[in-house]
């Protein structure tokens, strides 16, 4: 696609519930990047993906924190057992190489109630 | 101590003036280094990479010094559309592209 598609836009979940946020990053970019961005901060990096290969998962803040680039395209960031610290955008983005900028998706802005 | 340090502002300038921001980053093995620009409740986008011997895009002029690790960001003849936040954005260690943000600098331009 022309850009970095993120789904959903908006996600509301009660605490202890899991969610799914889907990333489709522009077609033929090798590297993809996970973010969180809390309000007022700058965004915080969660994990890094080469292809299929999740080459760097240092951010993530807990075990509850799982993502996936199963096929080297479509990435999934799934967190269990939702809590309310874990309300921030989450944001994908991609690059053609793993140095230079990246191009971001509109996130997905999570709401745990 | 942040990897990446900004002033939050907010910087409040008149439309025309001249306004700079300046970031510190503490890993002296960087070796990219960007300005992104963040609309409310929009995603960052790449403003400018910022180079060792300066770079100028129109109206904004980066700045790099290594020895101080500061970068600078100018913005000339200010204008309203230039109002959002501004983040410094420094490659982080372990050569996998992983960029560090820092906080943002938030400008906002009065008419």
């Known amino acids: 696609g022309a850009g970095v598609s993120q789904s959903p836009r908006y996600k509301v979940a009660k605490r202890g519930q899991d969610v799914a946020l889907r990333c489709d990053p522009i077609?033929?970019?090798?590297?993809l990047f996970w973010y969180q961005q809390a309000l007022g901060q700058g965004p915080e990096f969660l994990t890094y993906?080469?292809?299929?290969?999740?080459?760097?998962k240092s951010g993530l803040p807990s075990d509850r924190f799982f993502a996936e680039r199963p096929e080297g395209s479509v990435s999934t960031l799934k967190i269990q057992r939702t809590q309310q610290e874990d309300s921030a955008v989450y944001l994908c983005?991609?690059?053609?190489?793993?140095?230079?900028?990246?191009?971001f998706g509109s996130g997905t802005r999570l709401t745990v109630v | 101590r942040k990897e990446v340090e900004q002033d939050p502002g907010p910087f409040n300038v008149p439309e025309g003036a001249t306004v700079a921001f300046n970031c510190t980053y503490s890993n002296s093995a960087s070796q990219s280094f960007f300005w992104y620009r963040q609309d409310c409740r929009k995603e960052p986008k790449l403003l400018m990479s910022?180079?060792?011997s300066g770079n100028e895009d129109g109206r904004f002029t980066a700045q790099l010094n290594r020895a101080s690790q500061y970068i600078s960001l100018l913005i000339r003849d200010s204008k309203l559309s230039d109002s959002a936040t501004y983040l410094c954005v420094v490659e982080g260690s372990g050569n996998t592209g992983k960029l560090i943000f820092g906080q943002g600098t938030t400008l906002q331009v009065k008419p």
């Open positions: 983005a991609s690059s053609l190489a793993d140095r230079g900028g990246y191009t």
């Open positions: 077609s033929g970019h090798v590297s």
């Open positions: 993906f080469q292809n299929e290969a999740q080459l760097d």
């Open positions: 910022v180079y060792s």
